[in-house]
């Protein structure tokens, strides 16, 4: 059981990590608009350029001293597994996602982790299997993304392809972070968190190089300065949201993640003009994100210490 103030605590970790992400949609669009980006190329170079410098963030200034040492001892098959997943498998089908789909109806769709959580740990970490409850919550939370689908308001774009990728990015950051278990007894989680945004950059760059004469758009202050600011999110969010992974069982922490969709939608909402929620945002938003609190309230802890 944990105490007040350790729930304090990771509230305000998990509501820091909220209003990071939850802006990043807002600022992706921005670049979009500024930049004029017609092609996937493009979107992934400015990927790639965003994570690498994020992971060069974490591991230069972030991490322990001399964090290449510490790579050397690390499990290599988990941590390409968990860059592939973390970084190069979540933003590929992210970035693709966005281009054809509203940032208000991704901000509402991560919240998808929790759901892939209460699946698929009991088949890769032993955990207790799912309930009835848990399949009702889950079947709850599916017609709630059903309805933000079928009605998400202007500027949506392609909501249901849209939907099913903003789904598969959800799915690969949890695998991200079922091997982040494992991972972490042979590396500790900053420096992986760094590699893997780092290398996972640099693939995406590969993916962009079609794009590569491009890059002079950074010669616009205002695409340099919202990259930046989009490494310092990452950066920054995910070595909070991984350490806590590692300290704290994730069900516990699936209770708090209802903070990122609603962070996510209410900043789309505010700073992307050619966007405006629909019903299907309000009401199948609000059932997700009661199911999210429900899935937390249901998921027994699992049976190793809290550190």
């Not at 305000?12 to 807002?26: E, N, T």
Request: proline fraction near 6%; charged fraction near 10%.
């Amino acid at each position: 059981m944990l105490s007040p103030s350790t729930h304090a605590r990771i509230l305000g970790i998990v509501l820091i990590c909220s209003i990071l992400w939850g802006s990043a949609f807002p600022a992706i669009k921005f670049v979009y608009g500024v930049w004029e980006m017609e092609s996937m190329a493009t979107r992934f170079l400015f990927a790639g350029i965003r994570f690498t410098i994020a992971g060069l963030l974490v591991l230069l200034l972030i991490s322990k001293p001399r964090p290449w040492q510490r790579l050397r001892h690390a499990d290599w098959r988990l941590l390409a597994l968990f860059t592939l997943f973390q970084t190069v498998g979540q933003y590929l089908f992210f970035y693709l996602a966005l281009s054809i789909s509203s940032g208000i109806l991704g901000s509402l769709l991560v919240s998808a982790g929790s759901f892939w959580w209460v699946l698929l740990a009991p088949l890769f970490l032993k955990s207790p299997p799912p309930t009835v409850k848990h399949y009702t919550i889950l079947a709850m939370c599916a017609i709630g993304i059903g309805i933000a689908v079928y009605a998400p308001g202007a500027g949506a774009g392609r909501p249901l392809v849209g939907g099913l990728l903003f789904l598969c990015s959800s799915l690969s950051g949890t695998l991200g972070v079922i091997v982040l278990q494992p991972l972490s007894k042979t590396i500790d989680v900053t420096t992986a968190t760094g590699f893997s945004l780092f290398a996972g950059g640099v693939v995406l760059t590969l993916f962009g190089l079609p794009a590569m004469a491009e890059v002079t758009a950074f010669n616009d202050l205002r695409v340099a300065g919202i990259t930046l600011y989009l490494s310092i999110v990452s950066a920054t969010a995910f070595t909070l949201w991984n350490g806590l992974t590692r300290h704290y069982p994730v069900n516990i922490l699936a209770g708090y993640r209802f903070l990122i969709p609603l962070c996510g939608v209410i900043q789309s909402a505010l700073f992307i003009s050619a966007e405006s929620p629909g019903i299907g945002i309000y009401l199948g938003g609000s059932i997700v994100i009661v199911g999210i609190f429900l899935l937390s309230r249901l998921s027994p802890a699992p049976a190793r210490p809290v550190r």
